[in-house]
């Protein structure tokens, strides 16, 4: 589900002392959640084991989803937005250790000539995801309130999402063997020293800005243009269209041999 569908809108409604900007902030806890805890978890994923990450992951995820739920009981506005404050942060921390995590499995159990391929059918998934959770939960919050919008989604990750980890084999904790000649140490020097991490790292916060910019108040906006609330979902909805489809694209071309196809496949990215 994709809170931005439903929390400004919420917000306006029922805390109207709180501004655009103090839901802004609200949003962007996320990624700096992200990118606080995600250095850790990437040097200390091989400790924890990769299917215990994405356990951890998956409850946090859930858990955080929940608290945003019961954050709507509180009658003062500043509580309900520390509490949701918290949850969201929280919830970025999960997406990090996901998101960090599935990669990682994907990199350890099949062979390097079809990685980029499956882990381009990884954000696939994922952008199914982005694309099908802000018009159900809009929907969802139609027929029920706020709390039980966040309940259902919360008892979804858990039964799904925990479902699907029951079918990983405990083994993918360790490394296989050529997993492990293939791993190495990189440094975070990396960052302002490499080219190619530098133009990846540049371009990916840029598009990120861009498209986190908006988050905060186009559900208000297009409502005040007259769509109904339950069809708010649909803007965040056509935005996934484009990362599920471009990522499976990606992973494939990335994979070529022909420098065109890889120009291609990284000029999409």
């Keep these: 589900m994709n809170i931005h569908a439903l929390l400004p809108e919420f917000v ?3 805390y109207p002392e709180l501004t655009s900007f103090d839901v802004g902030m609200l949003m962007s806890i996320f990624p700096v959640g992200f990118l606080l805890s995600a250095p850790f978890i990437g040097d200390n994923i091989g400790k924890i084991g990769r299917k215990n990450a994405l356990m951890i992951g998956v409850v946090a995820m859930a858990v955080a989803t929940l608290l945003f739920g019961v954050a709507s009981f509180s009658s003062d506005a500043w509580t309900f937005y520390f509490i949701s404050l918290a949850a969201r942060g929280t919830q970025g921390v999960a997406d990090a250790i996901i998101n ?3 990669p990682a499995l994907v990199v350890n159990w099949y062979p390097r000539r079809l990685q980029n391929q499956y882990n381009g059918s990884c954000c696939s998934a994922m952008g199914l995801g982005i694309c099908i959770g802000p018009a159900l939960g809009a ?4 027929y029920f309130d706020y709390f039980w919008t966040f309940t259902i989604f919360s ?3 858990l039964l799904f999402a925990g479902g699907s980890l029951l079918m990983i084999p ?12 293939q791993e190495k140490q990189v440094g975070y020097s990396k960052f302002i020293t490499n080219k190619r991490v530098i133009s990846a790292f540049v371009i990916c916060a840029f ?3 861009v498209i986190t910019a ?8 297009l409502i005040r243009l007259g769509m109904n609330k339950e069809s708010t979902g649909l803007a965040f909805t ?3 269209l484009s990362f599920t489809a471009g990522a499976q694209i990606t992973g494939c071309l990335g994979g070529e041999k022909s420098p065109i196809a890889r120009c291609c496949g990284k000029l999409h990215t």
């Design 139 to 142: 929907l969802v919050y139609t």
């Design 100 to 102: 960090i995590t599935v």
């Design 155 to 157: 008892a979804y990750i």
């Design 207 to 209: 598009a990120n800005f």
């Design 12 to 14: 306006e409604t029922t």
């Design 214 to 221: 908006i988050d905060p108040v186009l559900s208000i906006e």
């Design 238 to 240: 056509l935005m996934g």
């Design 170 to 181: 405990s083994e993918v904790n360790k490394l296989t063997d050529a997993a492990a000649k």
